[in-house]
């Protein structure tokens, strides 16, 4: 008698690798994920996440999950914002972000030698990727932007508690801010976010290369804002219907992430 054996293959898990860029004074707390064990990668994804988050947030584990089953040859690698996550920073100051973004691409290209390097960025982290991009380099092959912050100074000023503490910046005083994490802050940051309002820029030059998606039921970033700069910009745009602004839905957040490798697959 012949017995007949299925054998199912289990999904290889993404490898998950903890480290630090020590540089320039920072300290950046990281994180690559990969499907094999490599050195080097020709295309590396650095995943930024939004204003309370971390490095270990679980939509862009999502991401790279799906990401790493199709191309099994990328690295994805997200990093703690100052002042969140593992973060050793207690006051949050733009420059220092923008310090962080370039360790992390600085890394990616000098220590993992990729040739290409992508960009998803959420919320707070898509706003920063636009300053970025504008204000220091665009090294990016690609971009994608989920609900980015484009009125990043109003949503701020969302975030103090009190007409108190709004009293206190005005005074030249420090103010504790955040969800889970406190950190920081004072009317430096404020005057920064203003001051680098990333609707006052023109990105022409770069529109071909940027994909911004954004959830119709987003109550935290209305969309009519990515829809404006889209359009301001000839930006491709993608509503996701019925998605709210952290994508709570996993059907949806499935459905975004698909667009989003869709937009990174290489033309060749």
Same mark, same amino acid.
Request: hydrophobic share 40%; net charge negative; charged share 30%.
């Given at each position: 008698?012949?017995?007949? *054996?299925?054998?199912?293959?289990?999904?290889?898990?993404?490898?998950?690798?903890?480290?630090?860029?020590?540089?320039?004074?920072?300290?950046? =707390? +990281?994180?690559?994920?990969?499907?094999?064990?490599?050195? /080097?990668?020709?295309?590396?994804? $650095? +995943?930024?996440?939004?204003?309370?988050?971390?490095?270990?947030?679980?939509?862009?584990? =999502?991401?790279?999950?799906? /990401?790493?089953? @199709?191309?099994?040859?990328?690295? #994805?690698?997200?990093?703690?914002?100052?002042?969140?996550?593992?973060?050793?920073?207690?006051?949050?100051?733009?420059?220092? +972000?923008?310090?962080?973004?370039?360790?992390?691409?600085? !890394?990616?290209? /000098?220590?993992?030698?990729?040739?290409?390097?992508?960009?998803?960025?959420?919320?707070?982290?898509?706003?920063?990727?636009?300053?970025?991009?504008?204000?220091?380099?665009?090294?990016?092959?690609?971009?994608?932007?989920? +609900?980015?912050?484009?009125?990043? !100074?109003?949503?701020?000023?969302?975030?103090?508690?009190?007409? /108190?503490?709004?009293?206190?910046?005005?005074?030249? @005083?420090?103010?504790?801010?955040?969800?889970?994490?406190?950190?920081? $802050?004072?009317?430096?940051?404020?005057?920064?976010?203003?001051?680098?309002?990333?609707?006052?820029?023109?990105? *022409?030059? *770069?529109?071909?290369?940027?994909?911004?998606?954004?959830?119709?039921?987003?109550?935290?970033?209305? #969309?009519?804002?990515?829809?404006? *700069?889209?359009?301001?910009?000839?930006?491709?745009?993608?509503?996701?219907?019925?998605?709210?602004?952290?994508?709570?839905?996993?059907?949806?957040?499935?459905?975004? #992430?698909?667009? $989003? #490798?869709?937009?990174?697959?290489?033309?060749?």
């Amino acid at each position: 008698m012949i017995s007949l *054996f299925l054998i199912h293959k289990e999904k290889a898990m993404p490898k998950e690798k903890y480290f630090d860029i020590n540089e320039d004074g920072c300290s950046v =707390r +990281c994180k690559l994920i990969t499907a094999v064990d490599a050195r /080097e990668f020709k295309r590396v994804i $650095i +995943c930024t996440h939004g204003f309370g988050g971390n490095k270990d947030n679980a939509n862009i584990l =999502r991401f790279a999950d799906k /990401e790493t089953a @199709k191309f099994k040859h990328d690295a #994805i690698i997200v990093f703690d914002w100052p002042c969140h996550g593992a973060d050793g920073r207690k006051k949050l100051t733009l420059p220092e +972000c923008m310090d962080y973004l370039r360790l992390v691409t600085k !890394y990616v290209k /000098e220590a993992l030698h990729a040739e290409y390097v992508y960009n998803y960025s959420v919320s707070f982290g898509g706003y920063l990727t636009l300053k970025y991009i504008k204000e220091v380099e665009n090294p990016f092959t690609k971009i994608a932007l989920r +609900c980015p912050g484009i009125p990043m !100074y109003e949503l701020m000023k969302k975030n103090i508690a009190s007409e /108190e503490d709004m009293e206190k910046l005005e005074k030249g @005083k420090e103010v504790l801010i955040g969800y889970g994490r406190q950190m920081k $802050i004072d009317k430096t940051l404020l005057d920064d976010l203003a001051a680098s309002d990333v609707r006052k820029y023109e990105y *022409f030059d *770069f529109a071909d290369s940027i994909l911004v998606l954004h959830g119709t039921k987003d109550t935290t970033v209305p #969309i009519e804002y990515s829809e404006k *700069f889209c359009d301001d910009n000839v930006i491709e745009f993608v509503p996701i219907e019925g998605a709210d602004h952290y994508f709570k839905d996993p059907k949806l957040m499935d459905l975004a #992430i698909h667009r $989003i #490798i869709e937009f990174f697959t290489p033309d060749d």
